[in-house]
């Protein structure tokens, strides 16, 4: 059971969401590299200094729940223990994207979009997928630790589980109109085809 927030912990929240939706909206209109923590912080209506407390650097704002979707995403792996390795992982990853309400796919795409314009945030998307990689890889060193491939396969099925769900993100930020679901669907089928 989680236990119910206190006031300290809302008004930080509150305070990390509205420097989010702030640093998104100004990333969308004058792209990352031209706006500024004090951009972020003015359209936020906080001072600096608070953007600082909550965050390193701007880019920092865009992904500052991605070790609680990780965390979540490793819940959903564990839960699916009994399930063929394949369909666990498919399950998984659909799980996570339909765990998105539409403001968070919305700001994942946003996210996928602005990262192909900076080298920053290419570079903090690396080291995002590199945990994420390392998650799904220790899930099946574990799940597959009877298997004498377990060393090859684990690093494999982990980066095509990333590819896959990194895939449909980027095509979704390119077309919304595509449907994750059906292109997640497919990845995993060509998994398993190959």
């Given at each position: 059971?989680?236990?119910?927030m206190?006031?300290?912990?809302?008004?930080?929240?509150?305070a990390m969401?509205?420097?989010?939706e702030?640093?998104?909206?100004l990333?969308?209109?004058?792209g990352f590299e031209?706006?500024s923590?004090?951009?972020?912080a003015?359209?936020a209506?906080v001072?600096?200094a608070s953007?600082?407390?909550y965050?390193k650097?701007k880019?920092?704002v865009?992904?500052?729940d991605?070790e609680q979707r990780?965390?979540a995403?490793a819940?959903?792996?564990r839960?699916?223990?009994?399930?063929?390795v394949?369909?666990?992982?498919?399950a998984?990853?659909k799980a996570?994207v339909?765990?998105?309400d539409?403001p968070t796919?919305?700001r994942?795409?946003?996210y996928?979009?602005?990262m192909?314009?900076?080298?920053?945030?290419?570079?903090q998307?690396?080291?995002?997928?590199?945990?994420?990689?390392?998650?799904v890889e220790t899930h099946?060193?574990?799940?597959?630790?009877?298997?004498?491939?377990?060393?090859?396969?684990a690093?494999?099925?982990?980066?095509?589980?990333?590819s896959?769900?990194e895939t449909?993100?980027r095509?979704?930020?390119a077309d919304?109109g595509q449907?994750?679901?059906r292109?997640v669907d497919?990845?995993?089928?060509?998994i398993?085809?190959a």
């Amino acid at each position: 059971m989680t236990e119910p927030m206190g006031p300290r912990e809302r008004k930080k929240l509150a305070a990390m969401g509205a420097l989010r939706e702030a640093a998104f909206e100004l990333f969308a209109r004058q792209g990352f590299e031209q706006t500024s923590v004090d951009d972020i912080a003015a359209r936020a209506e906080v001072s600096r200094a608070s953007f600082f407390r909550y965050f390193k650097a701007k880019e920092d704002v865009l992904n500052f729940d991605d070790e609680q979707r990780r965390a979540a995403f490793a819940e959903e792996l564990r839960a699916r223990g009994g399930e063929p390795v394949l369909a666990a992982l498919k399950a998984a990853v659909k799980a996570h994207v339909a765990g998105m309400d539409e403001p968070t796919r919305a700001r994942t795409v946003e996210y996928a979009r602005l990262m192909t314009g900076s080298r920053t945030l290419l570079g903090q998307a690396y080291e995002i997928r590199s945990e994420w990689l390392r998650l799904v890889e220790t899930h099946l060193r574990t799940r597959l630790a009877d298997r004498e491939d377990a060393n090859l396969t684990a690093p494999l099925l982990a980066e095509l589980t990333v590819s896959v769900l990194e895939t449909a993100v980027r095509l979704v930020a390119a077309d919304p109109g595509q449907d994750f679901d059906r292109i997640v669907d497919h990845g995993f089928d060509l998994i398993d085809y190959a």
